[in-house]
Structure formats: structure tokens, C-alpha cells
């Protein structure tokens, strides 16, 4: 049935607290930092509290080659002779995260339009400052004006809002079932809000003129958010590259921000998140009480009591790894599991066409780790979407520091995945 490793995966929900240098523009500096992949199911017994005191950054868990559970962690400089000496199962994925910063490159400019008034493609040559992306949105939504509009479906912590594009065929505004794409819940991934850019761009651009995209358009309308944690991205490209979580304060405590994907209400508190503040997988104290979680699961509400949901999916970085649900159990499955995992199987196949970029898939719990309150599993049980899906992107090698020539190639063959996709389910 379906295509999934069997293990127990062990998650360290209060690792991560690190004090990092800081440079003289208070940006945070990674520099001789080391990244490792831990064999985390040979260590499982001592990992975290061994951890603890090493001041690492956890950047993401995983599976090996060997379908063994894998933990990615950023080690300081001043605590890279104690990581060796411990000897774990490990190998070295980066050097200097430092020197992986500056060849993931510096912003690029905004490019203006094309000679036919769309965005220009070299957008896709480089990450962007936020304020640019907003003006993509605004630039790409006007060369589309009689089949779409900007929309905010409510603001971030900081009071910024969170918005996107509306995107309807030849049926109208709000006639057919919906395709709902989020990115950039995480703040350090910012190959995925260039990526569902990427997915806009084809859609304008491809309209009248491939009949994929025309099928899809008319079947479907398209609510695309890129970004739907401002605070955190933009503080990912101004203080500290690696921040994941949004930027909310809360009393009693110093610590800051909360994780947003574990932050929805269905299976909200259970295994693979954390009570701690301090986590990088801090849940909060209520399901919504994060303002861009309640603003999302609002707007799904909306979405599932018109016309339904056909499709959602949250976009992310960087396991290759199509998710379904659930990702709170490993025990329960949606009654259109098979469908479920035919379509992903195929979706994957296509994915890997233009490079050979492989990806699993199966139920996040299974193929991946236990991860609950998240956003695919709200889409599926609380708003009734018939497919809800994560989606994690390259690369396993790169992790979050993808280059920037490699935007373009994500783009690329994830659009081969999604053009099969929307016309399969």
C-alpha cells in the first residue's frame, strides 16, 4: 500500500540554544561552524543529552540512505573538539556554514518586466528582499488582472500582512473547488516561497497557451500565499539566517517566537513538538494562538464552507520528501490513503524527470517523523481537503542554504510534479 520506512524516529524537542557571534551589523554570523549528519537511531540512547551541551543548532532530521532516522545539526567553533570527541555516527555535510551563506549569495535586485509586462524570469536568479517579493506579487497579479487579485487573509505578529494571489479560469471568481498553497511557514526556507512563485509565474504565463495549465485553471481556483510568516523571513534576512520560527514575545519569558507549523489545532500538543519557548519546535500554550496560524486556519475555513478544498499544500525545505497525513500519528490514516499515495508516487516520478531529484513519500509520520499540530493535518481533518500534502524540497546535501542557481531547477521540476498532479486528483 504504501511506500513508507518503519522505524522510531527519536525527536529533541529542547536541544537547540545557542549564543552566536555576532558581527558589526548585528547580523548573526555562522562562520566556521560546522554542519553534521548524526546516524541518530545508533545514538538514540545519548543524543540529546549529550547535545545539550554543545550549544548546537538543530537544522533538521531525516532519513539516510540506509532508511536510518538522521539529525542535522550546526556545530560551533568553540565546541567542534568536544562534537569529534564524542564520537558519533556522522558524517560532514558543510565546513564552514559561514562560507555556505556567502555562496548561497547576497539579494538580488528586483528585475522589472519583461517585454510582454510579466515579471522577468531572472527573478528566479537570486533570493529577493521581502519587499521585492511583495512587489512580484503585485507586478505578476497585474498581468493577470481579469483572472486574479491580491488578497490578505489576516496580519503576522509585527502587524504585516499575510497575503498573496487569488487566481480563477474561465468559470469566474470563487466557482470551483480550491487549490491552497502556502510558504515560508518556516522563515529560513526561502527556497519555498520562490518555489510556489515559480508555480504562479508558469500558471499566468501558461494560461491560453498550454492546456495543462488552462485544465487546471478552470478546474480549480488557485489561493497562493508565498510568505505566510513576514516576521520570521524577514528577520532571517536581516539578523539571523538560520531563525525559523515568527517573532511573537510572550509574558514570562525572554525567548522569542513560535513555530507555526505546530501551532493548528488538530493534533495539536502531541510528539514532535515542544512546550519549551526556547525550542525551534515551541507549539505555544493554545492550538491558533499564533496570529498567522489563526489567520490560516480562518481562511480555511472560509475556503472549506464555499466551494471545499481540492488540494493544500505547505510548502518546505529541504528533505525531498512528499508528506501526507498525518504527521501526529503513525498509527491513523485518511480513508483516501491509496489514492493518496498513488498520486504522490507518480508526482515523484515526475519530479525526478528533469534532474533526478528523488523523492519519497508516504505519511509524514512514517516516512519522515512524528510532527503534530501541523498545518496538512488541520487541511485534512478540520477543513475536510480532500488532499492535504507538505511537500519538502531539495536539498538534502545543501540543506537550507540552497544556492541560488539552483532556484530555477526546484522551480523547474516541481512544476513537472504539479502539472501531473492537478490534472490526476
Not at 377 to 404: C, H, I, K, N, Q
Request: overall charge negative; glycine content about 8%.
Amino acid at each position: 500500500m504504501v511506500r513508507m520506512k518503519l522505524f522510531s524516529i527519536v525527536w529533541f524537542t529542547s536541544i537547540i540554544s545557542v549564543n552566536v557571534h555576532a558581527s558589526q551589523n548585528n547580523d548573526v554570523s555562522f562562520n566556521k561552524f560546522k554542519v553534521y549528519r548524526i546516524d541518530a537511531n545508533s545514538q538514540s540512547t545519548n543524543l540529546k543529552s549529550s547535545l545539550e551541551s554543545l550549544s548546537v543548532i538543530e537544522l533538521a532530521h531525516g532519513i539516510g540512505d540506509n532508511g536510518s532516522p538522521t539529525l542535522d545539526v550546526a556545530v560551533p567553533p568553540e565546541h567542534l573538539a568536544a562534537f569529534e570527541a564524542s564520537n558519533f555516527s556522522s558524517i560532514i555535510l558543510s565546513e564552514d556554514l559561514g562560507v555556505d551563506i556567502m555562496v548561497e549569495g547576497s539579494l538580488g535586485k528586483y528585475p522589472g518586466l519583461d517585454n510582454e509586462g510579466f515579471p522577468d524570469l531572472s527573478w528566479f536568479d537570486s533570493y529577493h528582499a521581502y519587499d521585492d517579493h511583495i512587489r512580484f506579487w503585485a507586478d505578476l497579479q497585474a498581468s493577470f488582472a481579469n483572472n486574479s487579485e491580491l488578497i490578505q487573509v489576516g496580519s503576522s505578529f509585527e502587524g504585516r500582512p499575510i497575503q498573496g494571489i487569488h487566481l480563477w479560469g474561465r468559470n469566474g471568481k470563487d466557482s470551483r473547488p480550491a487549490v491552497f498553497f502556502n510558504g515560508n511557514v518556516h522563515a529560513r526556507e526561502w527556497i519555498t516561497s520562490m518555489v510556489v512563485e515559480y508555480l504562479l509565474y508558469q500558471i499566468v504565463t501558461g494560461y491560453g497557451n498550454d492546456t495543462t495549465v488552462q485544465a487546471a485553471l478552470d478546474d480549480f481556483d488557485f489561493y497562493v500565499l508565498p510568505v505566510v510568516n513576514p516576521d520570521g523571513f524577514v528577520y532571517s534576512q536581516t539578523d539571523n539566517r538560520l531563525w525559523r520560527k515568527n517573532r511573537q514575545t510572550r509574558d514570562n519569558t525572554t525567548e522569542v517566537g513560535t513555530d507555526i507549523n505546530r501551532n493548528w489545532s488538530v493534533g495539536f500538543g502531541g510528539g514532535g513538538s515542544s512546550s519549551d519557548p526556547g525550542s525551534e519546535s515551541f507549539r505555544g500554550y493554545q492550538p491558533g494562538d499564533t496570529p498567522e496560524c489563526a489567520a490560516l486556519m480562518d481562511f480555511a475555513q472560509s475556503l472549506a464552507a464555499d466551494k471545499g478544498i481540492k488540494l493544500y499544500i505547505d510548502w518546505h525545505s529541504y528533505a525531498q520528501v512528499i508528506l501526507l497525513s498525518y504527521g501526529y500519528t503513525c498509527d491513523e490514516f485518511p480513508a483516501n490513503i491509496d489514492q493518496q499515495v498513488s498520486l504522490a508516487g507518480e508526482t515523484a516520478a515526475r519530479i525526478a524527470q528533469p534532474y533526478n531529484t528523488s523523492f519519497d513519500y508516504g505519511p509524514g509520520c512514517l516516512v519522515l517523523y512524528q510532527s503534530s499540530g501541523n498545518g496538512r493535518d488541520y487541511m485534512t481533518d478540520a477543513a475536510r481537503t480532500e488532499f492535504g500534502w507538505g511537500v519538502e524540497l531539495r536539498s538534502t546535501s545543501y540543506g537550507f542554504l540552497l544556492p541560488a542557481n539552483q532556484i530555477l531547477p526546484s522551480g523547474i521540476e516541481v512544476w513537472e510534479g504539479m502539472k501531473y498532479l492537478w490534472v490526476n486528483m
